[in-house]
């Protein structure tokens, strides 16, 4: 759905929101993998764990980005807690490495994440999240900072079966994009899904958006078992393909 994420409520709201963990009743884990542009080394892996408690979840999550002479990585421990019946909040701290080869060594960082999460209706729900506020810097000897994100998203359920998403991301290094999606759900076990982004510029070009990039994918739920493909399709670079398997311990 395009990268669509602060409304949704799984496994994964450990990496994109973690105030809706809180709506998580179930102890759950879950591996996802993308291969940016069909490049190896530019895949990304990610594991998750969210252990419910009373009036919310404890969440941890690992990722990988890269390979052998570029990489990065992530540990999150994160916490979500209802605070009423329409509203929760989420908070995870992060440790984040960089590490580069030829003798280039590495670095690493603690930064932190917030996020929150409004059930305004059954059917409408508004979400937000933000990364890293201070712009963390890599190390004290180096003057590059870590971009802080900023997300802001809606979703509303016209039906059982249908859903849609619209956000807007904030990266302080570039302008504003936007995001939507939409998931049909055809049988219960089947999800079909197709979404739009735009890629916008950097914060000193002129342009405010650069090109656009599709995406599409589905989901099959089989009882506790949940398995998620899709591929988002960038004009000039072309595949990234994505998959996720997760389980429900109920």
């Known amino acids: 759905m395009a990268g669509t994420s602060v409304t949704l409520t799984d496994i994964w709201s450990t990496h994109n929101n973690q105030a ?5 009743e179930h102890i759950a884990a879950g591996f996802y993998y993308e291969n940016r542009f069909a490049v190896n080394e530019l895949s990304l892996k990610s594991a998750a764990f969210v252990l419910p ?21 992530k540990v999150g421990l994160a916490y979500g807690r209802k605070l009423g019946k329409h509203f929760s909040a989420g908070l995870q701290l992060d440790y984040q490495s960089v590490s580069i080869g030829e003798n280039y060594g590495s ?5 932190f994440e917030l996020g929150l999460y409004s059930k305004i209706t059954d059917d409408f729900v508004i979400g937000a999240h933000v990364y890293n506020p201070f712009n ?20 509303y359920s016209f039906s059982d ?8 991301e904030k990266n302080t290094d570039y302008k504003p994009l936007l995001r939507g999606g939409l998931e049909y759900d055809i049988v219960e076990m089947l999800s079909v899904r197709i979404g739009y982004s735009t890629i916008p510029s950097t914060v000193s070009s002129e342009k405010f958006n650069i090109s656009s990039m599709y ?3 589905f989901g099959l739920n089989i009882k506790a078992l949940k398995i998620n493909f899709a591929s988002s399709i960038h004009q000039t670079l072309g595949w990234s393909p994505q998959v996720s ?4 311990f109920n």
């Open 136 to 155: 963390t810097k890599l190390s004290n000897e180096l003057e590059e900072k870590t971009p802080a994100i900023f997300k802001l998203g809606m979703a």
């Open 20 to 24: 809706a963990l809180a709506e998580i």
């Open 161 to 168: 079966e249908l859903r849609l998403s619209i956000e807007t």
């Open 245 to 248: 398997i997760s389980y429900n």
């Open 215 to 217: 995406s599409f994918g």
């Open 53 to 73: 408690v009373k009036n919310g979840a404890f969440g941890v999550n690992l990722s990988y980005f890269g390979y052998s002479q570029y990489n990065e990585q």
């Open 107 to 111: 670095t690493g960082f603690l930064t």
